[in-house]
Every structure is written in C-alpha cells, then in structure tokens.
C-alpha cells in the first residue's frame, strides 16, 4: 500500500481500536457501580461480572444494529481504507443489520490488537534506547550493552508498526468480504436494472416504430419514384442512400440503448451483460468452449432476458447459492442452478417462465425447468445461427 493508503487505514485502525475502548470502559463503569454498593462472595462475584459482560454486550449490539450503521461503516471504509463497497439498499433488513455488527466488532477486536501492539511495542522500544542505569532494576535486558539494548528496541519499535500495518491491510481486505451487498441488496439491484432495461426498451419500440417506419416509407418512396422514373435522378437517389443510412444509424442506436443491437459486437455486449449480472447476484460463473464473434441478435437479445429472469427467481427462492454456466459449441448453453430455500413455492410458476418461453422460442432455442434434490436448474440451448 502507498503511504498515504497506510495513513488512512491506520485512522480506520484508530477508530475501531477506539471504539472498543470505549466498549471496555462502559463495562469497567458498570463493574465498579456494581461492586461499590454490593458485598458478595467470591462465585456471587463471577456471576455478576457475567451478567454486567452480556449486559455491555447487549447494549452494544443494540447500538450496532440501528439502520444506518452499516451504510456509515461502508463511508467510513471506502474514504479510509479505499475499498469498492457498493452502497447499502435495504438498511433496516436483519441481514444488513447483523452485518453491520459483524464488520464493527471485527473492526473493534483487530484495533485492539493493532493498539496492544503499539502500547507495548513503542514504550518498550524507546525505554531500550536509554541507558541501564537510568531505568533501574525494572528495565528490559538492564545486564546488556547498549548495542544489544538497541537493537533490541529497534526491534521492538518495527514489531509494533508491523503489527499496525498488517492489520491495516487485512482489514483493507475483509471490508469488501464482511460488507459485501446481501441477497436482498442484489435483487433489488436486479430489478432496478430491469425496470431500466424495459423502459429503455419501451422507448427504443416507440423510436422504432414511428422514426424507423417512417424513414422506411422514405425510402421506399424514392425507390418507387426511382422505377417510374424515365431518366435518372440523382437528387433520389440520394434521399434513399440517406434513408438507408439513416435506419442503419437508428438501428445501431437503439440497438445500444437496450443493449441487444446486432453484429459481432452485439454478442460480446451481451455476454459482458450476462458476466456482469452473475457478479451482481453474487453466482458463480464458469465458461467452456471458444467464445463465437457473430452470434444473431434474437440469440443474444433472449440470452440475456433468460439469464436475467432466472437469477432473479434464485435470489427470490434460492438460499443464496447459485451457479451459472456458459457453454460455446456447436450450441450456446446457459446452465443457472441454484439451491431452493423455500420448497413450499415454486420458483417456475407466474408470467416469469411464460416470458422466458415465448423469448426462447422466438430465438429457435430450447427451455427445461426442473427441481432436483432441492435444486432448481434453468436450462437454455441456441443454435449457433450466424449474424
């Protein structure tokens, strides 16, 4: 990490080791206010102790686990320790909350370490440097020259500041594990994309059907008064290379704006989309076989909405687990599987699986649903039909 990285991340350190300090001493305040007005034996001592450390505990978690808590540790951990957390959509879902307390309690026992370290490791380092008979009969090695006493607290000072930095980067790396988005952030995200894919869709349909048909009609009249045409006319055939030109342009257009235009580049937008969901829903991915450069637009254009649909039911139905399979041949393959959670609903049922039928059957592809073993598996075939 460069300097300035460490600098931050040792702040992060700091406020954590500072936060169970805090911890420690609200459970020392409740010891003492205890133990001050109570006289008890040694075992009623225990007890007491144990009942104020669930008391503490309780306390804290219930602070922890406030709505909110978890979106100010993924500012906190993305300004100090410069980390890519996505932000946190549903706060007050158990699962953020739980998350949340597990990531400061992390947090709150690593600074701990990190603070111990330096607590120990500088004075005792410093306290080495100075001469034996100015610290008396308690010093560290007082029987050693001061070439050993050095040493030592050299030593001593860089087994401190290796402590600090090294939990400085492991937390760097658990942030983006511990506060990683929950099933429900990445369904909402799922839907989020969605709704902005279809209302791109949507308006891609009404620029189509009334810019596109009408340039179309364009075209088509040049071309008619072309054929009556008793001597060439250059002025139309101009307005019908401009109006083919047009619809290409329009095309191309649209084609981005939902993501599903044609042509070699059109399928490797399509697969990027497909990669990037399967990220987004937390699935994991494998690929086989050499991925094809032309693959036809009504392929793709369904491969996507099929992917789509489908890692939204497991994130709605499934427990989490979920894996998703790219298959290149002679035919293009979407294997997405994933543990059901909840056997009692059916994840193939409602307008979900009617849509991703009828998008499949226009592209000539080929649907199987089906449970087994509490696995719930969508299968999807395509010829490999060239662009």
């Not at 700091?14 to 133990?35: D, E, H, K, Y």
């Not at 979106?71 to 300004?79: D, F, G, H, I, Q």
């Not at 158990?94 to 370290?117: E, F, K, P």
């Amino acid at each position: 990490m460069a300097i300035s990285r460490v600098l931050f991340a040792g702040v992060h350190v700091l406020i954590g080791a500072a936060a169970a300090s805090s911890v420690i001493a609200l459970g020392v305040l409740f010891g003492t206010a205890f133990a001050a007005n109570m006289n008890l034996g040694r075992w009623e001592v225990a007890l007491a102790l144990s009942a104020l450390g669930v008391l503490t505990f309780g306390v804290v978690a219930a602070v922890l686990t406030a709505p909110g808590v978890k979106s100010l540790e993924v500012t906190a951990a993305r300004a100090l320790l410069d980390v890519t957390v996505p932000d946190t959509r549903n706060p007050r879902e158990w699962a953020t909350r739980l998350q949340g307390l597990w990531w400061a309690l992390s947090a709150m026992a690593l600074g701990c370490v990190a603070l111990t370290a330096l607590l120990i490791g500088l004075p005792t380092g410093v306290g080495l440097f100075l001469p034996a008979d100015r610290v008396g009969s308690s010093g560290i090695l007082t029987d050693f020259g001061a070439a050993v006493r050095a040493a030592a607290g050299i030593a001593a000072v860089i087994f401190a500041l290796a402590v600090f930095v090294g939990v400085a980067f492991l937390e760097r790396r658990l942030a983006p594990v511990m506060l990683a988005p929950t099933a429900a952030d990445r369904l909402d995200e799922l839907r989020a994309a969605n709704t902005e894919l279809t209302w791109r869709t949507r308006l891609a349909h009404d620029l189509h059907d009334s810019i596109g048909h009408t340039l179309t009609a364009m075209t088509v009249q040049a071309q008619a008064a072309k054929a009556v045409s008793l001597e060439p006319n250059r002025h139309l055939d101009a307005i019908e290379e401009l109006g083919r030109d047009a619809l290409a342009q329009l095309d191309s257009t649209l084609g981005r704006m939902t993501g599903t235009g044609d042509g070699a580049s059109t399928h490797g937008q399509g697969l990027e989309e497909i990669r990037s969901m399967v990220g987004l829903a937390g699935a994991v991915l494998s690929e086989t076989g050499e991925t094809p450069q032309d693959l036809a637009q009504p392929t793709v254009a369904a491969a996507v909405e099929v992917t789509r649909e489908a890692l939204t039911n497991a994130l709605r139905h499934g427990d989490g687990r979920v894996s998703v399979e790219l298959r290149h041949g002679d035919t293009l393959e979407i294997v997405i599987r994933n543990r059901i959670a909840e056997p009692a609903m059916s994840p193939g049922r409602g307008m979900g699986l009617t849509t991703m039928r009828a998008r499949v059957a226009r592209a000539d592809g080929v649907l199987v649903v089906g449970e087994k073993d509490g696995w719930w598996t969508v299968q999807v075939r395509f010829p490999m039909e060239r662009s």
